[in-house]
């Protein structure tokens, strides 16, 4: 078998590639997998390859070499790379010396001024196209918003939980409905029952600590409105939860 190396395996996939081509072109009958597993064939095959490539190089190298327009667009290419340096240089000395003079500083404040007069102008070329470009801005979130708000009403619709049937919005009952939906109806009505009909609990927190350390979820009892199936309070005027009994079947 071959020994491993740190060659990529591009390599060796080119490898293959050229000994497909080596056993078509001598019509020798070994098979790919033979040729794989003998290190002297595989050893033949990077050295032919690795010549074959060799002599390609060599021969876009004498090509390019030999041909007279390829030399020219070359010394062309450089000539131009070499005035395009030169050039950026003198231009950007120019403009630093220009900085330091009263000309630049007298060019500037008309700068300024011209855009002082543009902005105060309502009927100026600049404050027209800003205006243009406002409106376009407008009406392009406008549109945006409106394609939001046409998306909201298509992703919003009531659906069911079938496992609790639970109605609610399509987008947040996924989150404790349907596979995760924790509803237990006979564990609801186990702790249900166990209660005496005329206890009295002092608030709902004392219901819901009661169906917590029955084996319930912390949300369970708002989440399935345990208070209002099976639990009145017994002053319905007062705003608090205040005392609460169970209600009669």
Known sequence: MMTKTNKP??????????????????KKRVTLEYVLQDESIMAQAE????????????RFRDNSNNNPQNLLAAQKASAELECWKIGW??????????????DYQKWVINKSNIMSENRNDPDSEWNKNMRISHLNSEAKRKSELENIKIANEHAHYNVTCPVCNKQGDAVVMPR???DNCT???VKELEVVNSIEDNHVFKNKNEIK???????????YFGK???????F???DPSKKTSGRCIKQKN
């Open 9 to 26: 395996f591009h390599y060796y996939n080119d490898v293959v590639e050229f000994l497909k081509f080596y056993i078509k072109k001598n």
């Open 47 to 58: 050295d032919m390859m690795n010549r074959e490539n060799e002599s390609r190089r060599q």
């Open 89 to 102: 240089e003198v231009a950007h000395k120019n403009y630093k010396i220009w900085q330091q003079t009263d």
């Open 176 to 178: 404790h409905h349907f």
């Open 183 to 185: 509803f237990d109806k």
């Open 209 to 219: 600590d009661l169906f917590i350390s029955s084996g319930f979820d912390l949300n």
């Open 224 to 230: 399935y409105n345990i208070f209002d199936k099976y």
């Open 232 to 234: 009145r309070k017994l």
